[in-house]
């Protein structure tokens, strides 16, 4: 088992700055890609961004490239993602997870966070 507990969501105007922690624990080595994904009302959830815990190779939704980072602490067994330029459509619910990944895709045996709330105003 994986448990992942994010942190640092919150309320910013756009073009402010966020960045969202995912503390993991457990059997971390069992999971070989960790990601967030956000998920707006009314929508269905989407990958932000991915990153392979063994080579820290990375994958990013379109929508984020240049603005948002994500990266991994792995003394910490922290999983972070760095927002900048926040924009009213980032708003959403974001999520940590674990598991295999194929691009923003997590499958297989995986692990998610209950998440923490981005909002964005205007």
């Known amino acids: 088992q994986v448990q992942l507990v994010e942190s640092g969501g919150g309320s910013v105007q756009t073009g402010g700055s966020l960045r969202l922690s995912c503390a993991a624990s457990?059997?971390?080595?069992?999971?070989?890609?960790m990601g967030w994904f956000r998920q707006a009302p009314g929508k269905e959830r989407e990958g932000v961004a991915t990153?392979?815990?063994?080579?820290?190779?990375?994958a990013y939704a379109d929508s984020v490239k240049g603005r948002f980072t994500i990266s991994q602490d792995n003394a910490k067994n922290t999983l972070y993602l760095q927002m900048n330029s926040l924009k009213p459509e980032d708003t959403a619910m974001y999520y940590c997870a674990a598991g295999t990944c194929a691009g923003l895709v997590i499958y297989g045996r995986n692990y998610w966070g209950r998440g923490t709330q981005v909002t964005v105003s205007s």
């Open positions: 990153i392979y815990t063994a080579v820290h190779g990375t």
């Open positions: 457990g059997y971390t080595y069992s999971t070989s890609c």
